[in-house]
Nanobody, 119 residues
């Protein structure tokens, strides 16, 4: 059974940091691109950061470049999102995603974790 379980969300003041984790099971983690998306109220879900299969490339939304870092531990089937210098506009539900190119069937989502940046 495929599962993606996010954790680490919460309430943080502007300028603060949070680290999100996504523990995966039920598929071959190392062969998937692991990504973080977010969805703010009234807005569409958007890609925040992605880490491709071993090969090491990463990419980020312009709005988070230099502040967020995605990393993955293939031995522990876990992907992380380190979020620094948080801003109120980073407030959203953050979702973990596992996907492979040209494989729309095996595309998995976590349940989401709330991140709120507010003073």
């Amino acid at each position: 059974q495929v599962q993606l379980v996010e954790s680490g969300g919460g309430l943080v003041q502007p300028g603060g940091s949070l680290r999100l984790s996504c523990a995966a099971r039920g598929f071959t983690f190392s062969t998937y691109t692991m990504s973080w998306y977010r969805q703010a109220p009234g807005k569409e879900r958007e890609l925040v950061a992605a880490s491709t299969r071993p090969g090491g490339s990463t990419n980020y939304a312009d709005s988070v470049k230099g502040r967020f870092t995605i990393s993955r531990d293939n031995a522990k089937n876990t992907v992380f999102l380190q979020m620094d210098s948080l801003k109120p506009e980073d407030t959203a539900v953050y979702y973990c995603n596992a996907a492979r190119p040209l494989d729309p069937v095996n595309n998995y989502w976590g349940q989401g974790t709330q991140v709120t940046v507010s003073s």
